[in-house]
């Protein structure tokens, strides 16, 4: 079936660092939809792109649909304490699907010590 | 409204017996979605509605799990003689008609001892 890859598995940020990760597909996707996750808490969407080629951007947070449509890109700038979580890339796997989202393993921020 | 709702947050059970957890989506949204999500995965789709009917099942939905939405409204999702491995969190999520965007619970954990 189709999967998501999400790239890095973990990062460690510094308070006032930019951070970029991305997901890629070996399938063409026509949405993409970035989530954040706290523990034990219930992913919060982020941003949403449907066309390729689209950037959107939400506060410090920006995301780019990538050109192929199998990849997207999400990048925070000016990382804060409270970015601190997981971040999952979703989409539509695409025909045959009534409408379920697929989603990445996810890139885990935390904090340098 | 004030979003996603699921009940209870938290379930701790004994392996065989019956759990029921109930989600109350979005006001007007037609889509709802159950998910499963272990310890560093990505939620994994478990079953969609769109109004009352059940469009979709994933391969992960064993026949000790059923899910029901008999008014189009709230759902929801019953396992049956609970196993260790079903100890999971387990998400619901609901989407309006204009796009696929979809906005989660705070889940249901659930622990089978």
């Known amino acids: 079936g189709q999967q998501l890859n999400q790239s890095p598995q973990s990062m460690f940020i510094q308070e006032g660092e930019d951070v970029s990760m991305n997901c890629t597909s070996s399938?063409?996707?026509?949405?993409w939809l970035w989530y954040k996750q706290d523990p034990g808490e219930g992913p919060v969407l982020l941003i949403a792109?449907?066309?390729?080629?689209e950037l959107t951007s939400n506060g410090r947070l920006t995301a780019q649909f990538g050109i192929t449509r199998k990849d997207s890109f999400l990048n925070i700038s000016a990382s804060i304490p409270s970015d601190v979580g997981i971040y999952f890339c979703?989409?539509?796997?695409?025909?045959?699907?009534?409408?379920?989202?697929?989603f990445g393993k996810g890139t885990k921020l935390s904090v340098k010590p | 409204d004030t979003g996603v709702s699921q009940d209870p947050r938290h379930k701790i059970t004994k392996r065989g017996q019956n759990v029921t957890f109930r989600c109350d989506p979005i006001?007007?949204?037609?889509?709802l979605y159950w998910y499963r999500q272990t310890l560093g995965q990505g939620p994994e789709f478990l079953t969609y509605?769109?109004?009352?009917?059940?469009?979709?099942k994933s391969r992960l939905l064993s026949d000790r799990f059923s899910a029901e939405r008999p008014k189009g409204s709230f759902s929801t999702l019953e396992i049956q003689r609970t196993e260790q491995g079903d100890s999971a969190m387990y998400l619901c999520?609901?989407?309006?008609?204009?796009?696929?965007?979809?906005?989660f619970g705070q889940g249901t954990r659930l622990t089978v001892v």
């Open positions: 999520a609901s989407g309006g008609r204009a796009n696929t965007e979809a906005f």
């Open positions: 509605f769109q109004n009352e009917a059940q469009l979709e």
């Open positions: 792109l449907y066309k390729a080629g």
């Open positions: 399938s063409i996707f026509n949405t």
């Open positions: 979703a989409g539509p796997p695409g025909h045959g699907s009534q409408g379920n989202l697929i």
């Open positions: 006001s007007e949204h037609n889509r």
